[in-house]
């Protein structure tokens, strides 16, 4: 398989998307794979438990990032296949190699853009993704490609975040990341995010789906096994919030995070809350 950028059809909607998963951001993210699938491992069998995956299944992974979702996936679907799809050649590339190394036959990756990827249409049973599905440029655009890719019947299956004042650990780290600066207050929630119950299922209707219940799910994240590996993990991750301060204000900006993170460090590492939503739904 090959992943060059000129070989990657993507909508122009998504292309400044393209160009952070093609640059630092997917980068950061493979070097951290592992620790990102160990930060939301509390959600990843609720996902997988909701998507009811049949032996016989050809399953869809959205956004699959380093293919634990997929591969996993793909366990369950012991005759059928999995296939997972991401903007990121580095992500594609691991997951690959991931699978290679664990011996899973029935798991493929593609790069690609699920927006305007040419699926083949009502291939497959269970559509799936884990926070994969947020960012599209055009949603309904997207979710009706799915669903087109998606055989009647067959099941919409994802994990979004709930809206930023739920999420403990987007308002911690926000806050103290700010070093006293007054910063915009996070934007309203978007058709395409997925964080307000109506607009979702509103969304999705009008993209071809049908019976879209949301489950509020809440569960702590975890970021590492102590407050120096942790501060360092979230200091990598949110590191653009540091762009712009001295460095003294920079040296209090991660001291204060590495103490909140110390607040909190439990026997099973640093932990925060978070919440999410199930979000299910029929084509």
Not at 89 to 115: C, G, I, K, Y
Not at 153 to 168: D, S
Request: glycine letters at 8%.
């Amino acid at each position: 398989m090959t992943n060059e950028a000129a070989q990657v059809q993507v909508d122009p909607s998504n292309a400044e998307q393209f160009r952070a998963w093609e640059g630092d951001e997917g980068a950061y993210w493979v070097s951290r794979a592992e620790r990102i699938d160990d930060g939301v491992a509390r959600y990843h069998h609720r996902l997988l438990d909701a998507a009811a995956i049949d032996p016989a299944d050809n399953v869809l992974d959205i956004g699959c990032g380093g293919g634990q979702t997929t591969r996993d996936a793909a366990r369950r679907a012991t005759t059928g296949s999995a296939l997972g799809v991401d903007l990121s050649s580095r992500m594609v590339d691991l997951a690959t190699r991931v699978a290679e190394r664990e011996h899973v036959p029935n798991v493929t990756f593609l790069q690609a853009d699920a927006q305007v990827h040419p699926f083949p249409e009502g291939h497959f049973d269970v559509t799936i993704s884990r926070h994969g599905v947020m960012f599209f440029g055009d949603p309904h655009a997207a979710f009706t490609n799915l669903a087109r890719a998606t055989r009647p019947g067959g099941r919409l299956v994802l994990l979004t975040w709930q809206p930023h004042e739920r999420n403990e650990w987007l308002t911690v780290f926000r806050t103290v990341l700010a070093a006293g600066r007054d910063l915009p207050p996070p934007p309203p929630p978007t058709p395409g995010s997925l964080k307000d119950p109506d607009q979702a299922r509103e969304l999705l209707t009008s993209a071809g789906f049908t019976d879209v219940r949301l489950t509020g799910l809440t569960e702590p994240m975890y970021f590492g096994p102590d407050p120096d590996d942790a501060c360092g993990f979230v200091r990598g991750q949110f590191a653009g919030m540091l762009d712009g301060l001295d460095p003294a204000t920079r040296a209090r900006a991660v001291d204060a995070l590495r103490a909140d993170m110390a607040d909190h460090h439990t026997d099973a590492g640093v932990h925060y809350d978070s919440a999410a939503w199930l979000v299910e739904a029929r084509r």
